[in-house]
């Protein structure tokens, strides 16, 4: 679990690094999450020792899921007066992401449905 755990932090870091070492404007967990795929990509093409244990620590993050909205929630709480003043602009921004998440998923879906025949 250790090792696997490591595993994980390691791309979350390398993320991070890469982000912040090249000015990107784009968050270091996404290109953390990026990284992931690519060593799940190498473990499934050349199962080497070190990848090969990746699943039960990402298999106990996905059963523990909720407890990673705890802090997420303390922190709207603390700053229920930003949110207060700010609301309007909070409010749409919520929903122009919704709707534009949703259009972005089902234009995927399509997109690979039609690639796979389906």
Do not use: Y
Request: aromatic share 6%.
């Amino acid at each position: 679990m250790i090792g696997s755990l490591a595993v994980i932090l390691g791309c979350q870091l390398l993320g991070e690094v890469v982000a912040r070492g090249l000015g990107l404007p784009v968050p270091g967990p996404v290109l953390g999450m990026a990284a992931m795929v690519g060593v799940l990509w190498l473990r499934d093409r050349f199962a080497p020792p070190v990848l090969a244990g990746v699943e039960p620590a990402g298999r106990f993050l996905l059963a523990h899921l909720s407890l990673l909205f705890v802090p997420a929630g303390v922190g709207v709480v603390g700053n229920l007066d930003m949110l207060a003043a700010e609301w309007l602009p909070l409010a749409v921004a919520l929903m122009v992401s919704t709707v534009l998440t949703l259009v972005v998923s089902v234009v995927t879906f399509r997109v690979v449905a039609r690639m796979v025949g389906g």
